[in-house]
């Protein structure tokens, strides 16, 4: 029974992901509000990149469940969790948190008002809100195996840095910044900022291997995390 509502679980999950990306990407040649400029396209914005990973991920998923071969399925079953454990939980735990910590605080530094527009109050949930109980949902249906700690943050770090270089290469080719809150920082704030969020990241990938283990049992996965 288990296996049969991880399937629905993973399709429907695929299929969310792929509408709004689509929908995303629909929007392409419309004009742009203010706080949004075209170079980079959405590929700038971390929170785009994470609906890709999301849907990849449970792409995976969804064919892993379909596979039969028992060497097929052992070895992809091995990415999906690496993806899961070092990329997707991680990463899709810190957009949420991070978007509406500071959205909290002040909108126009994440998500000013002449977006409202342009993203209709459901899109914006879509991006920001869902992808936490969608992955919440994951830690439940179905056990990952974690990495070694010290290998999956060290994963998580080439990663942060790579996107840490995407964000500054278009700040020195356009003079904007992705995000405007980094317009407000020198450049010592902006890397002490990317600190920070290494560190919540972080955080985030403990958490989830935190939770996996609660749900099913650390010695499914104890010595993977040594």
Known sequence: MIAKVRIVYHITAFSWYAFIIKSLAAKDGEKLPPGIFEYG????????????????????????????????????????????????????MFVVLLFWVIFAYDRQLVYPESLDAFFPLWMNHAMHTVVMPV???????????????????????????????????????????????LGLLSTSGVLGLFLLNMTVVAMMYLLGRTLNNCVWGKGKTVTKNK
């Not at 992809?76 to 690496?82: C, E, Q, R």
């Open 135 to 181: 992955l919440l949902g994951e830690i439940l249906l179905q056990h990952h195996v974690y990495p070694k700690t010290k290998n999956g943050l060290a994963a998580l770090g080439v990663v942060g840095l790579a996107y840490l270089g995407w964000v500054i290469f278009i700040y020195l080719a356009v003079g904007l910044w992705v995000y405007p809150l």
């Open 41 to 92: 396209g959405p590929w700038k914005y971390l929170t785009f990149l994470n609906l890709l990973l999301q849907m990849v991920f449970f792409g995976m998923a969804v064919v892993n469940d379909l596979q039969t071969g028992k060497n097929t399925v052992k070895g992809l079953n091995k990415w999906k969790d690496l993806i899961f454990s070092v990329l997707a939980f991680p990463v899709g």
